[in-house]
């Protein structure tokens, strides 16, 4: 069965963390859709499809952040249920977190160089894509803190 509560041996300000990563992500999400939907939040608009899939992807891959602190982080929650490998799991976060800095530490560059825009439209309509978007910068940080809790909890020397 799915263990919906968090682990008794998780801190509770990485259940904390965990479970604010995918109300991080959910504004650029919402974002997305309204663009996708017609809502003039931008100049351009996008194709739905892309803002659905590309939206739903990225809370998908925020709410896997709850394994770290749930049942199903540790044994996966199928019949004959597997061991999830702790080395994996924390090697796949921080390769995530990784990846996010990248990209965030690339946008800033193009930025900064001139090649990129955080402009999308009006003062107002820029404010509101900047509201959306800025949450987004904590992801990694969290991702690497529930991490790090999730990688304490599950070396040999943490367990009884």
Not at 53 to 74: D, K, Q
Request: glycine residues 12%; hydrophobic residues 55%; proline residues 8%.
């Amino acid at each position: 069965m799915l263990k919906m509560r968090a682990l008794p041996n998780v801190p509770r300000w990485a259940v904390f963390a965990a479970h604010a990563v995918p109300l991080v992500t959910l504004p650029s999400g919402v974002w997305r859709v309204a663009l996708g939907l017609g809502v003039p939040l931008a100049e351009d608009g996008v194709d739905v499809a892309y803002a659905v899939v590309l939206s739903a992807v990225v809370e998908g891959l925020a709410l896997l952040t709850l394994g770290l602190v749930r049942g199903w982080g540790e044994v996966v929650p199928l019949p004959g249920g597997w061991r999830v490998p702790a080395r994996g799991a924390v090697a796949v976060a921080l390769l995530g977190a990784a990846g996010l800095l990248a990209g965030f530490g690339w946008s800033g560059y193009a930025v900064y160089a001139g090649f990129g825009d955080l402009s999308v439209g009006s003062p107002a309509q820029d404010v509101v894509f900047h509201l959306c978007y800025a949450p987004l910068l904590a992801w990694p940080l969290l991702l690497i803190a529930v991490t790090v809790a999730y990688h304490r909890r599950r070396r040999p020397a943490a367990r009884p």
